[in-house]
């Protein structure tokens, strides 16, 4: 008779590997040195940095287009959308570009490097702390991932494409500058 234990009954098998409990599998990436992860379902794809076509008049964070695979993308500056210190520390040959594909507008996010793939178990991740998330009024942030050497700052990339984060008196500015990303 073939008996399983309590945490083996548990344990579903994920792309082939066991895991135990509910797992997200994030893309881990880095900016300004800190690690934030995102949920691999938000990702179409990950490809290296190109020639980025700058396009006047746009707003800071928009770095430009690439022409993707036929396809005319925006690139979004994800340091400059956070509002992250520049502090020059990004190795550029490093530097990636996040597809993601929002209301079947395709977007591309720069970041310094996309460093992995990884399962993260959901009793690994904790809530923002309430005076972070009302401070920075940053509805984009997911949760703290506690790793064992790290934590990892997890995000919604859509929403921070649709995010109004900037203060109540520029909405019409930023209501212009998704204008420009569609």
Not at 32 to 41: A, K, L, P
Not at 56 to 77: C, E, H, M, S, Y
């Amino acid at each position: 008779a073939n008996r399983e234990s309590g945490d083996e009954k548990r344990m579903k098998e994920v792309g082939g590997v066991k895991v135990k409990g509910l797992q997200q599998q994030l893309v881990v990436f880095k900016l300004c040195g800190e690690d934030f992860g995102v949920n691999i379902m938000q990702v179409r794809g990950i490809i290296g940095k190109e020639s980025i076509i700058s396009v006047p008049n746009a707003p800071p964070f928009v770095k430009g287009v690439i022409n993707l695979r036929g396809q005319i993308t925006t690139i979004i500056d994800l340091k400059e959308k956070l509002g992250l210190e520049l502090n020059g520390e990004s190795e550029k040959s490093e530097e990636r570009v996040i597809v993601v594909e929002d209301g079947g507008n395709t977007v591309g996010i720069l970041v310094d490097a996309v460093t992995e793939v990884m399962y993260l178990a959901e009793s690994e991740i904790d809530e923002v702390p309430p005076m972070i998330k009302q401070n920075m009024g940053a509805e984009y942030l997911m949760g703290v991932g506690k790793l064992p050497d790290r934590l990892l700052i997890l995000i919604d990339l859509k929403r921070i494409l649709n995010s109004n984060s900037n203060s109540n008196s520029s909405k019409e500015r930023e209501s212009e500058e998704m204008k420009i990303l569609t």
